[in-house]
């Protein structure tokens, strides 16, 4: 299965057994070239940050080499910030493929200068 195809929104029951539709930041974890990779998509900012921060975690303690796709991230504030910047002290970590906004950040910020950024996942787990 595709990245994208995991991603999908997927119908979840509610209370009402009516599907729904996630809209919210959405991850998914999975193993690349000996990488572990954790995709972000949607929405990154102090409310929404929890997941993805507790999936780097746990990666970082878990895996050597730790890899965000960030090609699906369409709003970063500092919050995403300072967790990359953890995530980086704490692993072998590399940002894959990251949209325009959040790479305004990274420039802005100096933060690109620090962190190991690659134009694509297979680039960032070096397959």
Known sequence: MSVDEAVARRPRSVDDGRPQVLDGPTVVEYERCGAWVVSARG????STVTPLADALDTAAKEHPKVVLDASGVTFADSALLNLLILTHQAADFRLAAPAQQLK???????????????ETVDEAAAC
């Open 43 to 46: 929405p990154y900012d102090m």
């Open 104 to 118: 305004r950040l990274l420039q802005l910020t100096a933060v690109d200068t620090v962190l190991k950024i690659r």
